[in-house]
């Protein structure tokens, strides 16, 4: 049976807020409006500490250190899944072995990094 929404417990960022914010204003509301009542995590010192270490040490080029950002911060907050569109820098299956070594021996448990398709199993 696929999985929805309803399923999981929802988090965002203000790192998402502001991307979402962007572009188009009537596409960009539609968007805000969607993550109105998902519950935010900080973005602590620990999350950028952690995402300068998936770029200096890891995968992540600098020019993509905000896409470090997203995967540290569901990283540092204990997140089960990070559901993103992003296949460049963040579902990526090569990147994937080298950001799991980097938040394990930050010591976190990295999640599971998926397009929400997978996760839903359509």
Known sequence: MAK???DFDLFSSQLVIQESSAGDAAVAQT???LLSDISLVQV???CVSLARA???KGPIPEKAAVDALHIA???VHGMDYLLTWNCKHIANAEM???VKRICRNAGYEPP???TPEELSGD
């Open 96 to 98: 994937q072995k080298a």
């Open 31 to 33: 968007r805000l409006q």
């Open 54 to 56: 998936l770029v200096e």
């Open 4 to 6: 929805s929404a309803r």
């Open 73 to 75: 911060i569901a990283t």
């Open 44 to 46: 602590s010192v620990d």
């Open 112 to 114: 599971v990094i998926c």
